[in-house]
């Protein structure tokens, strides 16, 4: 399995078997993160793993995962950098699931003792990860998600392209499954937008969640040969629209 067809079979995983992996998992895991694209190349990212199968450290927090190992993205607070952590971090998920491994995101809970800091870097999120108890994957089609026809406008039925990004997109995981995105998709663009939210709870992980959308769409495009850009286009970030917030376009280059 690669990571393009990971997308359509990931699932979290909750229940962990508390033993090591072989050391070139781990070794292999740091070489992926070091070659995969950022979205936004100027926010610069470090990497840690944290290895529990000693230690069993405490959790700190809620809905905290007890799991062999946790993986800690670190990144300078820049513009967007949640949503270029996501990118990265969702493309280290799709990674694991391809290795074997199970791995599932922990927005409330970090590992104690962990560091908060790592220069001019902050601790964004951890990600619990290791061999799971039970499988790594699931159907297509058990995954709980949002039918496509609820989260996209069109007028004509969209292309082939269009179609399957938009799949990869409705598939990819948010914070308790909130699934923000909607999309209105126009000749060869995908215009992307953030459900507004009632309560700023939800909305805390929401940049991230996106930047796991943008990792999906873009792992689609490379496996289609699609040459796409994301972009934020002027005239649409000025209308205001009453329930969505715009946040880019995908764009087929012609
Ligand atoms: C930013 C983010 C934070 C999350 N935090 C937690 C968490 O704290 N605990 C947990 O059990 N799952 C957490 N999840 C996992 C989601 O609940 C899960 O991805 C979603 O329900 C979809 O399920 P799936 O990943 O199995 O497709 C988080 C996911 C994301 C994207």
Redesign the pocket.
């Known amino acids: 399995m690669n990571v393009y067809e990971a997308i359509f079979v ?3 995983v ?1 229940n962990y078997i508390m033993e090591a992996v072989n050391p070139q998992i781990l070794e292999d895991i740091g070489n992926y993160y070091r070659e995969i694209p950022a979205l936004f190349s100027g926010v610069e990212t470090e990497l840690g793993i944290v290895d529990n199968t000693k230690k069993q450290q405490k959790l700190h ?5 007890k799991a062999p190992y946790y993986l800690a993205i670190y990144s300078e607070e820049k513009d967007k950098y949640l949503m270029n952590a ?1 990118y990265i971090l969702q493309q280290l998920s799709l990674y694991l699931t391809a290795r074997g491994l199970g791995s ?6 970090v590992v104690k003792g962990t560091q908060e800091q790592r220069g001019n870097k902050r601790l964004v ?1 951890m990600m619990a990860f290791g061999k799971a108890k039970g499988t790594v994957t ?1 159907k297509q089609i058990e ?3 949002m039918p496509i026809k609820e989260l996209c406008v069109y007028k004509e039925t969209p292309r082939q392209w269009i179609r399957q990004i938009l799949e990869a997109g409705r ?1 990819a ?5 909130t699934q923000p995105w909607r999309f209105v998709v126009f000749d060869n663009r995908v215009h992307v937008f953030s459900k507004k939210h009632s309560t700023d709870r939800l909305k805390k ?1 929401d940049e ?2 996106f930047g ?1 959308l943008f990792a999906h769409i873009m792992i689609v495009a490379e496996e289609l040969w699609l040459d796409v850009d994301l972009i934020k286009l002027e005239d649409i970030s000025q209308k205001s629209f009453p329930n969505n917030q715009y946040v880019l376009s995908v764009i087929l280059k012609s």
């Open positions: 990931r699932k979290s909750r927090g809620l809905f905290g995962i996501g599932c995101y922990m927005g409330g809970a999120i699931r995954a709980k998600r598939l995981p948010s914070s308790m499954n992980w991230l969640n796991i």
